[in-house]
């Protein structure tokens, strides 16, 4: 169970409503490297991971699904206070007779989330690694995203989102030495 806190991991704020940035940005909501898939994989591995890495994989998972509230706050604060023809300007247009503003699991090219963006092989390592890359993915598409906008609010979180994929590629590299000082064997990069 989760005992929870309302409020944000880190503050959201942004300068202007920015649709075309929203549609953007989903891409870390509803995509392949974004945070839903970050967090359901990791809440799923943890089940058949060793005894030790159990208690980070809920960790990180947690802090994804908090970073996932960050994106929605995000997506939302862009789009609230937008026209129809804003949208309709911002390529949004197939968006919004779907949803109107309301929050989807989709990408930036409109593309629903799905389960095949994740994997649970049940070998440590090799869900280890998939982590690693996942968290390597998701810093590199912050930093294409933080490129596409000169609002330095949104850069601001952005960046802070970014660190902690550096922080969790970090932790899930220690757990695979943890794994292999256990097996007594190396592994070769
Ligand atoms: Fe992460």
């Known amino acids: 169970m989760w005992v929870y806190e309302k409020k944000l991991q ?27 898939a970050a967090a359901l994989r990791y809440m799923n591995q943890r089940y058949t991971i060793p005894d030790k890495i159990i208690g980070l994989l809920t960790d990180i ?17 862009l789009t609230k ?5 804003q949208l309709k300007e911002a390529g949004m247009a197939p968006y919004y007779v779907n949803h109107d503003r309301a929050l989807f699991y989709e990408n930036a090219g409109g593309v629903p989330f799905t389960a095949t963006y994740i994997q649970a092989k049940g070998d440590p390592i090799a869900d280890l690694y998939e982590d690693i890359a996942a968290e390597e993915k998701a810093r590199a598409t912050y930093q294409w995203l933080i490129d596409m906008t000169d609002d330095v609010d949104i850069q601001d979180g952005l960046k802070f989102l970014r660190e902690r994929e550096v922080v969790h590629s970090l932790r899930f590299r220690e757990a695979v030495e943890i794994l292999k000082d256990e097996q007594g064997k190396k592994t070769v990069f």
């Open 10 to 36: 880190y503050p959201v704020r942004v300068s202007k409503c920015d649709p075309r940035m929203a549609k953007l940005l989903i891409e870390q909501y509803g995509g392949a490297d974004g945070e839903l």
């Open 81 to 85: 206070d937008a026209t129809v023809e």
């Open 61 to 77: 998972s947690t802090e994804e699904f908090a970073h996932l509230e960050m994106i929605a706050t995000m997506v939302y604060k």
